[in-house]
């Protein structure tokens, strides 16, 4: 009888599963590769964004200090142009003309004849209250001041006379309060005194003239030459 003789074949391990370890250990570190590049990407957008955003407030902040020195380069012309109008205003002033009175009703005028005076009328006269406020019709220094006409008569009662810087002289006469002496520099507009009715006066009223010395009997047209200076009175 014969033997029959058996063969085992030992089993190999299979090999699907060790490939299927390996594709799922792969796949593994696939996702935890992935994983850590898409966070070093999300950092490097986060510090993008944060680079963009620094640099905007960088250059709003500088868009505001542009505007800002410019509207103070602006501020500085417009208060220079101020001074500067101010200044010649102020100059203006110092250089113009006024009435010597600010309410007033013209009376006798210059070169008027009668028997009040002794010659024809040397001024103008200005018809105003007592204790009207009189001003320097010009800036100048006074050279005359007291009764009896300041040294001119009595017919003009209290009375100032003025030297102005172009040679030419004003006087205000039949004043009943003198508020300057002589050697006093006095501004355009600055009070003189109050009118009043002394000396040879028919009424209160201020006796104004202009003169082209200090002394009486040089008087030129006063309205004239307020006209020539534009003071229209």
């Known amino acids: 009888?014969?033997?029959?003789?058996?063969?085992?074949?030992s089993r190999r391990p299979s090999m699907?599963?060790?490939t299927g370890a390996v594709v799922a250990a792969g796949l593994g570190a696939s996702m935890v590769f992935g994983a850590g590049a898409a966070f070093a990407s999300g950092t490097s957008d986060t510090a993008a964004l944060a680079g963009a955003t620094t640099a905007g407030s960088v250059a709003q902040q500088a868009t505001a200090q542009g505007k800002a020195a410019e509207k103070a380069k602006a501020d500085k012309a417009e208060a220079k142009k101020k001074a500067a109008a101010k200044k010649k205003a102020a100059a203006k002033k110092k250089a113009a003309w006024e009435a010597p009175v600010n309410k007033y009703v013209l009376s006798a005028t210059y070169g008027t004849g009668g028997d009040r005076w002794a010659s024809k009328h040397s001024g103008q006269d200005f018809a105003v209250p007592i204790g009207t406020k009189v001003e320097a019709a010009h800036t100048g220094r006074v050279v005359k001041a007291g009764p009896n006409g300041g040294g001119d008569?009595?017919?003009y009662g209290n009375a100032i006379?003025?030297?102005?810087?172009?040679?030419?002289y004003s006087q205000y006469a039949h004043l009943s309060k003198i508020d300057v002496k002589i050697g006093d520099r006095v501004k355009t507009g600055e009070?003189?005194?109050?009118?009043?009715?002394?000396?040879?006066?028919?009424?209160p009223h201020l006796h104004f003239?202009?003169?082209?010395?200090?002394?009486?009997?040089?008087?030129?047209?006063?309205?004239s030459y307020l006209n020539s200076v534009h003071v229209h009175i």
Do not use: C, D, W
């Not at 009888?1 to 074949?9: A, G, I, L, Y």
């Open 1 to 9: 009888m014969s033997k029959r003789v058996t063969f085992q074949h």
């Open 16 to 18: 699907p599963r060790v």
């Open 153 to 155: 008569g009595p017919a």
């Open 161 to 168: 006379v003025i030297k102005h810087a172009n040679g030419k």
């Open 191 to 203: 009070k003189i005194g109050l009118s009043g009715n002394t000396g040879n006066s028919s009424g």
């Open 209 to 223: 003239e202009i003169r082209t010395t200090p002394n009486y009997g040089s008087a030129i047209n006063p309205v």
